[in-house]
């Protein structure tokens, strides 16, 4: 197999070699078709992050885009992450006061509801829900412009298509993530709240107390660097995967649902790396 035929994935047959080399090429060759293909995906990435630096020194062509795509990623998502944020924050209230065993003071129902919300659940859900609703619309509206040939028009009328498509957004993703995140983690803490004085025996006065009890600012600066990380993560890949669309409509499709894919695993593995690195930090 000479040079060209590894990288451009031209091989022989399994069939053209000699019965006792088969098992052992029809074993190790999807290995190899996998590593390159790992390989390749990562260096098509890293030369992406090459044209996004270069796209943010043209300030003059993602500006005037960046207040629609904030609208859009972050005001019309408002609803749907509160939404989520209250029967999260709700759940979390009731199931903490029925799992108290006889003589835990009640306050832990408010120290636990701050403590879910805040650090794991307010970001890392809202994180999720804007990979599926805001990704998959991303990548489906880059994916339509790359196989309709908009993308290559605007290269045409002398427009960075990078600059003019990918910043903007992601420059949105990590502004407006943080934004809906604090939306999120105040509904979260209040109908918590609600939940324990309308449906539990929890009181008010024991729910602020566990709510002010070993409360660091840090702990909300926490929940808004995993916003920002997430942000920028769900933007920059789900803008990869429409502009790399090929092969029409099905590619659009194919690409909308790898996107999610890869943002969703982007935001649980930066979950994971954030809390291995700062969670230490969040003693009181």
């Given at each position: 197999?000479?040079?060209?035929?590894?990288?451009?994935?031209?091989?022989?047959?399994?069939?053209?070699?000699?019965?006792?080399q088969r098992?052992?090429?029809?074993?190790?060759?999807?290995?190899?078709?996998?590593?390159?293909g790992?390989?390749?995906?990562?260096?098509?990435?890293?030369?992406?992050?090459?044209?996004?630096?270069?796209?943010?020194?043209?300030?003059?062509?993602?500006?005037?885009?960046?207040?629609?795509?904030?609208?859009?990623?972050?005001?019309?998502?408002?609803?749907?992450?509160?939404?989520?944020?209250?029967?999260?924050?709700?759940?979390?209230?009731?199931?903490v006061?029925?799992?108290?065993?006889?003589?835990?003071?009640?306050?832990?129902?408010?120290?636990?509801?701050?403590?879910?919300?805040?650090l794991?659940?307010?970001?890392?859900?809202?994180?999720?829900?804007?990979?599926?609703?805001?990704?998959?619309?991303?990548?489906?509206?880059?994916g339509?412009?790359?196989?309709?040939?908009?993308?290559?028009?605007?290269?045409?009328?002398?427009?960075?298509?990078?600059?003019?498509?990918?910043?903007?957004?992601?420059?949105?993703?990590?502004?407006?993530?943080?934004?809906?995140?604090?939306?999120?983690?105040?509904?979260?803490?209040?109908?918590?709240?609600?939940?324990?004085?309308?449906?539990?025996?929890?009181?008010?006065?024991?729910?602020?107390?566990?709510l002010?009890?070993?409360?660091?600012?840090?702990?909300?600066?926490?929940?808004?660097?995993?916003?920002?990380?997430?942000?920028?993560?769900?933007?920059?890949?789900?803008?990869?995967?429409?502009?790399?669309?090929?092969?029409?409509?099905?590619?659009?499709?194919?690409?909308?649902?790898?996107?999610?894919?890869?943002?969703?695993?982007?935001?649980?593995?930066?979950?994971?790396?954030?809390?291995?690195?700062?969670?230490?930090?969040?003693?009181?």
């Amino acid at each position: 197999m000479s040079y060209d035929d590894l990288f451009t994935g031209r091989h022989r047959e399994t069939s053209t070699f000699p019965i006792v080399q088969r098992s052992g090429i029809r074993i190790f060759r999807p290995i190899a078709q996998l590593s390159l293909g790992t390989f390749q995906g990562i260096g098509r990435r890293v030369l992406f992050l090459r044209e996004l630096w270069r796209a943010l020194q043209e300030p003059r062509t993602y500006l005037p885009h960046v207040i629609p795509q904030m609208r859009a990623i972050g005001v019309d998502s408002v609803p749907l992450a509160v939404m989520v944020a209250a029967f999260i924050g709700g759940v979390i209230a009731v199931q903490v006061r029925y799992q108290l065993f006889p003589g835990v003071p009640l306050s832990v129902v408010g120290l636990s509801v701050r403590q879910m919300v805040v650090l794991e659940t307010g970001p890392l859900l809202t994180g999720l829900v804007l990979a599926g609703r805001v990704g998959a619309r991303m990548t489906a509206e880059i994916g339509t412009m790359r196989v309709t040939e908009q993308v290559d028009a605007l290269e045409t009328l002398a427009y960075d298509p990078v600059a003019y498509l990918i910043i903007p957004r992601i420059i949105a993703g990590i502004f407006m993530l943080p934004v809906l995140v604090i939306f999120a983690d105040i509904v979260g803490v209040v109908a918590g709240l609600f939940a324990s004085l309308s449906v539990t025996d929890v009181q008010l006065s024991a729910f602020m107390e566990g709510l002010r009890l070993g409360f660091d600012p840090f702990q909300v600066e926490y929940s808004l660097i995993k916003a920002t990380m997430f942000g920028a993560a769900i933007t920059a890949l789900c803008s990869y995967e429409g502009y790399v669309t090929t092969a029409g409509a099905e590619g659009v499709g194919r690409s909308t649902a790898k996107a999610v894919v890869v943002s969703s695993m982007a935001v649980l593995v930066l979950d994971a790396i954030t809390a291995l690195f700062l969670a230490p930090y969040l003693q009181s």
